[in-house]
């Protein structure tokens, strides 16, 4: 509240309290479950105060408005599977009302892969069922080894029907990897106003759930307010955080990527001094907004590459999905040097040694800023 009063940025936890108070008050009912998720598993949610003498529990966003929705945070049993079955179900009965999984993290949908692949990616060519189910998944190598760093993203975007060639609006999954907190406040809240119901998966950046105060603002996941003011809405692409102090007639290098590691390319960038660098944000994957990034590399005439950048390994992530999409782009714009993989090397697992793993952040920083 001090920070909003005061202008200052707006962070993760608090975008997403605005987001579901926003449509309580407009009578729409928010139930989040997972295994923890009162809470949030980093710390950055709070959504329910538990008295420690009484053990009565106090959810400060059902005490708004008379008439208003009601938030129903549920901390539910270690089955992925159960749990977001029984979501997905929720979610085709009551399509007025926002329903959302969170997974402890992204890691652990691996156990609720059959209901992902026969109800929620499938549902709707199956069956004419409609679904509007958010599955939020922390995502990130960060360090933390095999079982807690992916969300695994290229699963999804497999199961999604984006055409190949041709740019589509929709598609029977969306799949979204977030930069900014205003552009998840945009993204729950558009699920409920739609005129239609489709799954939204989000990978979470794991590692800036909480806003890291200490570092420059442009370095923090963290959104001005009028980010979420009226007549703004959700960005599936953003614009280099500098684009108005580069001079976009010497600009040879365009680096696109998606989700936490944006951040990492501004520091760098910043380090290195590269003005001829620009880098653009791919916040949702799947539907993949060609024209979008079509419009944003022709601003630059004397562009000479294109590269996409990922934390992942070269056989996970968006990679595989945005390829053959991005040499359409390319196309368009008449540039013929081909899109250029900057990433792990293929892999089945991430590495469990905290060792390996910072050798594997300077290798890819380095390749990064070649």
């Not at 993204?187 to 409920?192: C, E, I, N, P």
């Not at 500098?242 to 990492?264: H, M, N, P, W």
Request: aromatic share 8%.
């Amino acid at each position: 509240q001090r920070d909003i009063e005061n202008g200052d940025l707006v962070d993760w936890g608090t975008a997403e309290a605005m987001a579901f108070g926003s449509l309580l008050l407009e009578q729409y009912d928010v139930r989040i479950s997972g295994q923890d998720s009162e809470r949030g598993t980093f710390s950055q949610r709070h959504g329910v105060f538990c008295d420690q003498e009484t053990e009565e529990k106090h959810i400060p966003l059902n005490h708004l408005s008379p008439g208003q929705g009601l938030l129903i945070p549920c901390s539910s049993l270690l089955s992925e599977n159960a749990v977001l079955g029984f979501e997905y179900g929720y979610s085709i009965e009551s399509p007025r009302a926002l329903p959302i999984w969170e997974a402890q993290f992204g890691d652990f949908a691996n156990g609720a892969q059959v209901i992902i692949d026969n109800f929620v990616a499938t549902g709707a060519a199956k069956w004419l069922r409609q679904s509007g189910l958010v599955m939020l998944l922390p995502h990130g190598f960060d360090g933390m080894g095999p079982e807690h760093s992916s969300g695994r993203m290229e699963r999804f975007l497999q199961l999604s029907d984006v055409p190949m060639d041709e740019e589509s609006l929709e598609s029977n999954i969306a799949v979204a990897n977030l930069t900014t907190p205003a552009n998840y406040f945009h993204a729950l809240r558009r699920q409920q106003h739609r005129d239609f119901r489709v799954p939204l998966v989000i990978m979470a950046p794991k590692g800036h759930l909480r806003r890291i105060r200490k570092d420059p603002p442009h370095f923090q996941c963290a959104s001005p307010l009028e980010d979420f003011a009226t007549g703004t809405r959700f960005q599936p692409t953003l614009d280099d955080c500098k684009i108005d102090e580069l001079d976009t007639s010497r600009v040879k290098s365009a680096l696109l990527c998606s989700g936490q590691v944006y951040y990492d390319l501004v520091r760098l960038r910043d380090a290195a001094q590269r003005n001829d660098v620009t880098i653009l944000r791919v916040e949702e994957v799947a539907p993949f907004p060609s024209s979008r990034i079509v419009s944003y590399l022709e601003r630059f005439p004397a562009l000479e590459s294109v590269s996409w950048c990922q934390e992942e390994h070269e056989n996970m992530g968006a990679w595989s999905f945005v390829r053959p999409r991005l040499e359409g782009v390319l196309k368009k714009i008449g540039l013929d040097s081909g899109v250029t993989y900057r990433g792990r090397a293929a892999s089945p697992c991430v590495v469990g040694s905290k060792s390996l793993h910072a050798q594997e952040v300077a290798q890819l920083h380095s390749s990064w800023m070649q």
